[in-house]
């Protein structure tokens, strides 16, 4: 009997984190050569799987594999492709099982957001009926930080500290423009249907009048004539006004003010241009110039003014996960569970895949300020730990110094498999 191998693959949008702890599960797969094989990653997680495209790490160097804890994006490629339920996709999550034993892959590790955990569970389930003796372990992240149970989901304490720095830094370029050009600018976030990463934007300011003045969640519904009162207002007091709005809001009714136009194969509608929207709505009732930006990719890719608090959870999710799967844990996910906010103390702790998945966590209304315009003091004290401190990426020529991995292909053993 061959020593079982581990397969690890990424999920769903990427983080300025995700890579470390693909970084972390590699390195500590390494030091356990009696326990564990050949770690293998697959090419656009899901995917390669079922294409039986696998990477072989174990032609990375250390060096290489030490620089995914700088470089964001998805080192191995990510994927958005639902597998359903064990009735509507059996045939895929068969495929997988039969993949995995072809290879004895004896642990699976998934790193995605609660869709990842939902299919993670299910594979687990699979290999069980189909006698495949394999634990399947889901490493968190999802900078849109909705994941249930846990404190925070790795991801989100990057792209928080992104926000919340461009947020202060845009609004003094608005401020040094106002007396007599721009007076409104419009910063559009991620977070899909949960309002952290807006949340985050205020940390910019400390006390009042401070940027960003308006922030817009998805869990409030958007009301346009007290929304364009209170630009009025605050540009008649402040000079400027600074607007942080989440791609996920929506009106009374329920209608998102922008949809790109398109789903994703989760049923996901694709968000984005809200930003615009509510910058044209200023400018048609109110005259003020504006400026608007839609960080979209800026702010999940940050990794040059990534948390370190962030990359420390990223790391240790990821060694955890490794130790949870040689442990015989089946069907979990280490998560983050907080112990202090000041300073910021957590451990790692363990819960049930099916706890996570496809849960949705949103804002809770005490993190809303009553005017449903900013954040409580609540909602500070649970950001403010999440965003300490930096872990700049070595720079070279100017440039940051990210790594491009080999990701050569392990031999395929199996026939196609038609997607
Ligand atoms: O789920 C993470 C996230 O970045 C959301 O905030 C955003 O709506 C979505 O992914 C964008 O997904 P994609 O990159 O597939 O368009």
């Known amino acids: 009997m061959p020593l079982a191998n581990l397969l690890y693959a990424q999920s769903g949008g990427v983080t300025a984190t995700i890579n470390a702890s693909a970084s972390a599960v590699i ?21 390669g799987v079922l294409r039986e495209d696998l990477i072989d790490t174990r032609l990375e160097k250390p060096e290489a594999i030490r ?56 594979l687990s389930q699979v290999a069980e009926a189909l006698g495949h003796p394999m634990i399947c372990v889901g490493v968190p992240k999802t900078i849109d ?26 609004s003094l370029d608005v401020l040094s423009m106002a007396e007599s050009s721009t007076k409104v600018f419009v910063l559009e976030v991620m977070g899909r249907h949960a309002g952290w990463i807006a949340a985050a934007a205020g940390l910019a300011g400390s006390k009042e009048g401070d940027p960003p003045h308006l922030i817009l969640f998805p869990e409030v519904a958007f009301d346009e004539p007290r929304f364009l009162a209170a630009v009025k207002s605050a540009v008649e007091k402040h000079g400027y006004c600074t607007v942080v709005v989440s791609e996920g809001v929506r009106d009374a009714q329920g209608r998102f003010l922008a949809e790109a136009g398109s789903k994703d194969a989760f ?32 702010q999940r890719s940050a990794r040059h003014i990534a948390s370190k608090t962030d990359l420390d959870i990223s790391l240790k999710v990821g060694a955890a996960a490794v130790k949870l799967a040689l442990a015989g844990k089946n069907a979990v ?33 005490a993190y809303i300020r009553e005017d449903g315009f900013g954040i409580t003091r609540a909602a500070r004290s649970y950001l403010e730990g999440l965003i300490q401190g930096e872990a700049y990426p070595p720079y070279i020529n100017g440039l940051p110094d990210y790594v491009q991995l080999k990701n050569r292909a392990v031999k395929r053993r199996l026939p196609d498999y038609p997607l």
């Open 27 to 47: 390195e500590t797969a390494r030091k356990y050569p009696s326990r564990i094989g050949r770690v293998y990653a697959a090419r656009n997680g899901i995917i």
């Open 67 to 122: 620089a995914l804890r700088h470089t964001p994006g998805g080192a191995f490629g990510s994927c958005r492709f639902k597998l359903k339920s064990l009735e509507q996709d059996r045939a895929h999550y068969e495929r997988v099982v039969e993949v995995c034993k072809a290879h004895d892959i004896g642990y699976f590790l998934y790193n995605g957001g609660n869709d990842s955990a939902d299919t993670t569970h299910k």
């Open 145 to 170: 930080n909705d994941l249930a149970l846990t404190d925070v989901c790795p991801g989100f304490g990057s792209v928080a500290k992104y926000v919340a720095v461009s947020t202060r830094e845009a």
């Open 333 to 365: 996910m280490p998560i983050v569970k907080r112990l202090s906010n000041r300073p910021y103390r957590y451990e790692i702790v363990t819960a049930h895949l099916a706890e996570i998945a496809n849960h949705e966590r949103k804002l809770p209304p």
């Open 267 to 298: 049923g996901h509608v694709q968000l984005g241009g809200a930003g615009p929207v509510v910058a044209e709505k200023v400018r048609a009732a109110l005259g003020y110039k504006y400026h608007w930006a839609v960080s979209d990719y800026l």
